[in-house]
C-alpha cells in the first residue's frame, strides 16, 4: 500500500519549535518532489514549502520564510519540516503530498499522495 505518514505535530508555545515527519511506505521518494501543505480552520489549503528530489527547496508563503525549514533524507525515505518561532497563526493541520515530477507546484490537486495530516496547535 502507498502511502504517507506523518508525525511530529502538537501543541506548543509561542516561539516553540517542532519538527515535522513525513515518512514514505509503499515506494522511494526519490524522483519526486514532496510538499508540505497546511489548513487552518474556515481557510483553504495553501502551500507552505516544496523539495525537490535534488534537495533544492522552495517556500511559497512568506510569513514562514526564515522560520520554516524543508528537508529530505533519501536514505530514510522521510520529508521534515523544522518549524522554530511558531505563531498562534501557525495554527492548523499540516499535510505532506508527493508528486512524481522534476519540479515543485503550490496546485494541491496535482499531487498523487497525502499524508493523513498533523494537527499543530500554537498557545500560551
Known amino acids: 500500500q502507498l502511502q504517507l505518514v506523518e508525525s511530529g505535530g502538537g501543541l506548543v508555545q509561542p516561539g516553540g519549535s517542532l519538527r515535522l515527519s513525513c515518512a514514505a511506505s509503499?515506494?522511494?521518494?526519490?524522483?519526486?518532489?514532496i510538499s508540505w501543505f497546511r489548513q487552518a480552520p474556515g481557510k483553504e489549503r495553501e502551500g507552505v514549502s516544496c523539495?525537490?528530489?535534488?534537495?533544492?527547496?522552495?517556500t511559497y508563503e512568506d510569513s514562514v520564510k526564515g522560520r520554516f525549514t524543508i528537508s529530505r533524507d533519501n536514505a530514510k525515505n522521510t520529508v521534515f519540516l523544522q518549524m522554530n518561532n511558531l505563531k498562534p497563526e501557525d495554527t492548523a493541520v499540516y499535510y505532506c503530498a508527493a508528486k512524481r515530477a522534476f519540479l515543485c507546484t503550490v496546485v494541491p490537486g496535482r499531487y498523487d499522495y497525502w499524508g493523513q495530516g498533523a494537527q499543530v496547535t500554537v498557545s500560551s
Open positions: 509503499g515506494f522511494t521518494l526519490d524522483g519526486y518532489v
Open positions: 523539495i525537490r528530489s535534488s534537495g533544492t527547496n522552495l
